[in-house]
């Protein structure tokens, strides 16, 4: 007799950022109970999910694109257009391609999407309210960074209502996940011997500020410095106007539990520009703050983003800019052009012709800003040479004697690598290392023991 085994497949392509990839995760694990299995080859696949972000202008222009890739790559193939897009505009989008369209509020509802595709019905549109946070899934059956390495999430939206972003709209106001459930997680990703734990959020710093006891995050990451195990934890995105000050003698007392790596997206510098945007600082505000985290711990990293082409923003306020960047020496930093998205307060500040002309303006600003931080960035990378660092191995490269890693300067996907040279190291090792040069925005390594 011949057993032929029907495994249910699915196929998951998560974009936007690393909260994008939790919930990648989160809706893998429904599948998994639902007897799917994930497969990394879209042509294997039963049921295709497209991801999508829906943050800004390019962000929406990829994720259509991709849907509509996989739409006409897999005719026959059932498809799913979940995420951040589909959350924005799930009551007005007219989008008869897609087997299913699915918000991101509640992720525990996937299942019944994937019934419903199942039983044959089309067009299905759901996009439940968020449930009570003590009855979300915190636990993950599938990681989709490399290995030993995880991102932890631990609020959802945002109560800032800068004029700008449409995250609020998209993910509504804080809601910060229960502190024991937080704490469970991180002792099971620790368990199953996650070594970098990147912690994440809209704002970190607001942990908790939802429940009306005041910022809470000093406490969670001090608690989850004290969890038992060989594992690391790295804070990603803190709004520099509430930065908690005190985070810096926690991170200094965790003696490299905690990371000395501040992601602050500052925006701009110019205060009437922050002003507008909602935000409070100033250049002075903030380069005082990077001084102070500087002076307690001389080796921290300060990464940020950067925002061009904001309605006020002219040759003066772009000057500020550039003056902030040169003093604040900063390691890593992003810019990105202003995107005028609709039902944000910043829309009305002027109207698309307006936009449209500022944009070209801006985006040769964006070029001149880079080339400043480049230097910078390539000098700062010169601190590092001729020293010693843990680093976590991402992968081999084939054929060759070397592989790809990061030391504690360097977050996933963002930031440059560590090219080690030498084999025997596998993905998820973490060997200590001298770094003996810069390659472009890279550090070169050489191993020099294996330490986990
Ligand atoms: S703090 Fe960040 S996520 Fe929140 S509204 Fe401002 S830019 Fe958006």
Not at 266 to 288: C, N, P, W
Not at 291 to 308: E, F, G, Q, Y
Request: include cysteine.
């Amino acid at each position: 007799m011949v057993y032929i085994s029907f495994v249910k497949k699915i196929y998951i392509e998560s974009l936007g950022c690393a909260k994008n990839q939790v919930d990648s995760e989160i809706l893998l694990s429904y599948a998994d109970d639902e007897g799917f299995e994930r497969t990394q080859v879209p042509q294997d696949a039963d049921i295709i999910v497209v991801n999508t972000c829906g943050f800004i202008e390019s962000a929406k222009t990829e994720s259509i694109n991709t849907f509509f890739s996989f739409r006409s790559a897999f005719p026959e193939k059932k498809i799913i257009f979940a995420g951040c897009l589909a959350q924005r505009y799930w009551g007005i989008l007219d989008l008869d391609e897609a087997d299913a369209i699915f918000g991101n509020h509640d992720l525990g509802a996937f299942p019944k999407v994937l019934k419903a595709i199942e039983k044959g019905n089309k067009q299905i549109v759901l996009a439940p309210e968020y449930p009570d946070p003590d009855s979300e899934r915190d636990e993950r059956k599938y990681n989709l960074s490399f290995p030993r390495s995880a991102f932890l999430k631990i609020s959802e939206g945002c109560n800032h209502r800068c004029n700008y972003c449409a995250i609020p709209i998209i993910r509504g106001g804080l809601r910060s996940r229960p502190f024991d459930a937080v704490m469970n997680e991180a002792r099971r990703l620790v368990k199953s011997g996650i070594y970098e734990i990147n912690i994440i959020a809209q704002d970190l710093g607001a942990y908790g500020t939802d429940w009306g006891e005041g910022e809470r995050f000093c406490d969670l990451i001090e608690s989850l410095s004290k969890i038992e195990g060989a594992f690391v934890l790295r804070m990603l995105y803190i709004h520099p106007d509430t930065f908690p000050e005190k985070l810096i003698d926690i991170v200094k007392a965790s003696n490299g539990k905690i990371l000395p790596y501040f992601d602050i997206p500052f925006q701009h510098a110019d205060h009437k520009v922050l002003l507008g945007m909602k935000r409070t600082g100033s250049r002075e505000i903030y380069v005082d703050l990077i001084k102070k985290i500087r002076a307690s711990l001389p080796d921290a990293v300060i990464r940020s983003t950067l925002m061009l082409g904001f309605p006020g923003e002219g040759r003066e306020e772009f000057e500020e800019l550039l003056r902030f960047v040169k003093e604040a020496q900063l390691d890593w930093m992003g810019s990105f052009l202003y995107s005028r998205e609709e039902d944000t307060p910043a829309y009305l500040m002027r109207n698309q012709k307006e936009h449209n002309k500022a944009h070209k303006i801006a985006a040769k600003w964006q070029e001149e800003l880079e080339a400043v931080q480049s230097e910078i960035t390539s000098r700062r990378l010169l601190s590092f040479v001729g020293k010693k660092y843990l680093a976590l191995v991402e992968e081999n490269i084939e054929g060759e004697d070397l592989s790809i890693a990061r030391i504690y300067s360097q977050a996933p996907e963002v930031d440059g690598a560590t090219v080690i040279m030498g084999s025997d190291m596998k993905p998820g090792d973490v060997v200590e290392v001298g770094i003996r040069s810069v390659r472009g925005l890279d550090l070169e390594a050489i191993k020099i023991r294996n330490v986990l």
